[in-house]
């Protein structure tokens, strides 16, 4: 009974009193966990007072600030410094997010600097780059692919810019050294240079000049008599005759390798006698003559000599010819052999080449006679190798009973022509006469600009008789390559076949750009063509491209199977060729003249337009 009792009296006490307990009337006792003070119970606001102000068992919840300490100044807290607090501590900020609070240079609001590997900015990564590992950012590097290439790299000659200033191989470490050419020669001088990677205008690699101020003194250059050292040697080897030797061949014998023969004549042949030596003038070969004595070649050359035996500028007179070359290969330049007489001797006045390989440039052979010779003042055989370039053979004259070539014979030899005039040679005969100008026999000739001009034919014995006079060009068994050629104005006292071109026995013939114009009887001769035409062929294999034939005495222009395309028949229109001494003419075409650009036309003329029809067209057209 008891027991219900006490149960009724709990029940109505609680039920009866909601305060009980409440000892600071804050309306809650049972769970206000600070019954003395009002301020505290389970509705109250948390305060950050360090206190439970709403009984849930946590102190300052949700009310706390977080702080963070700014150690360097830079507005941002260190992200490692975070904590939470009533109010900001000294030194704090509310503010986070400084990555390196040891660097107030670092926090979220920095710029990033490309050349640092550093994150300024606080977002986890950089903008710097070094693929090339050359030490340099990317952003600067000009060539982050290459680690020769950076800022402040050495510049070098390689036309890159090495260390990216935007200029290229500006003071390079390695420049070469570039020498300067005043003279224009090819060579410069050690006493005037530049450092550069390429070469400055007016500047060489070369440094080897010894006179810059004179283009023709140069290592390579020819030496001439003139006192100086003209090919850089540091040697004057020069001989004078007569002021150190009495004579030329004195000189020789002492073997001097460099003789210079002054103005005047010279009495006495020479003998170069095997020795590498050239023999010169000072004064050129108007200047300057050798004169040699009947019997005797004014110049020889049979002792194997080769090409460094030089002759050159020289006159060579007086001489049973003017040089003998057996066996040898010698160089000859502007020469003037004249005024030599060979007399009942088969060979040449001239020049008499057997087994030879030689070259005569800017030569002149003129006014030599030859008296039952029965060769031209020329002759070249026996398996010689001749280069005739820039030569003349003119007026000169030849009597025999027979005649093979008025002025070159070529016989078992092969034989090379640039700009050869033959012009003006008389050949008397009292039989037969093969060639006016020409006779070659078992030869090879290639080149180009061949002049025939004016050569004539007359017969030696007016008697009675047979008399054969064949072409001012004849070959036999013999292979010719030849354009721009001109054969005119050959002519013949007696009758005659075939006045420009005769070939028989087997030759073969391909000529270009071919002129034969105005060849037949001398005026007032009354001589007849028996005849052929302009080119008279006996069973000849014989190729002409773009010819031009017209007013030779034949009644045809020419009697072969193969003649070809481009053929003329019209007035040449040469300059002038009224004159009765041919090597006056001028055989140059005359404005107007229908054989300008009328030749082969894969060959050019040295302006560059079609070629010419004749010797003066072609690439050698202005040689002459």
């Known amino acids: ?58 102190i300052d919840e949700g009310v706390l600030l977080t702080f963070y300490m700014d150690a360097d100044g830079d507005g941002f807290g260190g992200t490692d410094t975070e904590d939470q607090a009533c109010g900001l501590p000294e030194g704090s900020l509310e503010q986070g997010g400084d990555c390196d609070d040891g660097d107030d240079g670092i926090h979220p609001d920095a710029v990033e600097d490309c050349t640092e590997d550093l994150d300024r900015d606080c977002d986890g990564s950089t903008d710097y780059a070094d693929t090339d590992a050359d030490g340099h950012a990317a952003c600067v590097d000009c060539d982050d692919s290459d680690s020769d290439r950076y800022p402040g790299a050495d510049e070098r000659c390689n036309e890159l810019d090495d260390d990216c200033d935007d200029t290229v191989d500006e003071d390079p470490i390695d420049p070469s050294t570039w020498y300067a050419d005043e003279d224009g020669d090819g060579y410069g001088t050690s006493s005037d240079t530049l450092e550069a990677c390429d070469a400055p205008a007016g500047y060489l690699a070369d440094s080897q000049d010894c006179d810059d101020a004179d283009g023709a003194i140069h290592p390579g250059a020819d030496e001439v008599c003139n006192g100086m050292d003209d090919d850089c040697s540091s040697t004057i080897a020069e001989a004078l005759v007569p ?30 006698g095997g020795r590498d030596a050239v023999v010169e003038s000072t004064e050129g070969a108007e200047q300057t003559a050798i004169v040699g004595s009947a019997g005797f070649a004014v110049v020889t050359f049979e002792s194997a000599e080769g090409p460094d035996s030089i002759l050159r500028g020289l006159t060579l007179e007086g001489g049973k010819r003017g040089i003998l070359i057996d066996g040898a290969s010698p160089t000859l330049e502007a020469l003037v052999i004249r005024d030599n007489t060979l007399r009942d001797e088969e060979g040449a006045v001239g020049i008499l080449a057997l ?19 029965s060769r031209g003042p020329l002759l070249i055989e026996d398996g010689s190798d001749v280069l005739l370039d820039r ?45 006016a100008a020409m006779f070659v026999d ?80 001398a005026p007032g001769s009354g001589a007849q063509a028996d005849n052929g035409g302009a080119i008279m062929c006996n069973n000849q294999d014989v ?62 003329d040295p302006d560059g337009s079609r070629s010419d029809v004749g010797a003066h067209g072609g690439p050698g057209g202005d040689h002459w």
């Open 1 to 58: 009974m008891m027991f219900l009792s006490s149960t009724v009296f709990i029940l109505g006490c609680a039920g009866f009193c909601g305060s009980c307990g409440d000892e600071d009337g804050d309306g809650f006792s049972l769970r206000d966990c600070d019954d003395a003070d009002p301020a505290i119970h389970p509705d109250a606001a948390e305060l950050c007072d360090g206190i439970d102000n709403n009984c849930d068992d946590a």
């Open 243 to 272: 002021s150190d030797y009495a004579s030329v061949q004195a000189a020789l014998d002492a073997d001097e390798p460099w003789i210079c023969v002054e103005a005047g004549r010279h009495e006495g042949a020479i003998d170069f």
């Open 442 to 521: 078992t030869c090879m000739i290639q080149g180009d600009n061949l002049l025939i001009a004016g050569n004539t034919c007359t017969r030696a014995d007016p008697s009675p008789g047979n008399f054969t006079a064949l072409g001012a060009f004849v070959t036999n068994n013999s292979e010719l390559d030849l354009s721009n050629v001109s054969i005119v104005g050959n002519t013949s006292t007696e009758d005659f076949s075939g006045p420009g071109i005769y070939t028989q026995g087997g030759s073969i013939l391909i000529l270009s750009n071919l002129d034969i114009s105005g060849n037949g009887a």
């Open 543 to 604: 190729q002409v491209r773009y010819a031009n034939y017209y007013d030779n005495d034949v009644g045809l222009s020419y009697v072969c199977d193969d003649i070809e395309v481009g053929e003329l028949s019209t007035d040449p229109g040469y300059v002038d060729t009224t004159g009765a001494d041919p090597s006056a003419w001028d055989l140059t075409l005359a404005t107007g003249s229908d054989l300008i650009d009328a030749g082969d036309p894969s060959i050019s």
């Open 355 to 373: 087994d030879s390989a030689f070259t005569l440039t800017d030569s002149v052979i003129r006014d030599n006679t030859g008296d039952d010779v």
């Open 391 to 435: 030569v003349t053979i003119q007026d000169n004259h030849s009597e025999s009973y027979a005649m093979l070539g008025g002025a070159l014979g070529c016989f078992d030899s092969s034989l090379t022509v640039a700009n050869l005039a033959i012009v003006g040679n008389s050949i008397a005969s009292e039989y037969a006469i093969q060639g």
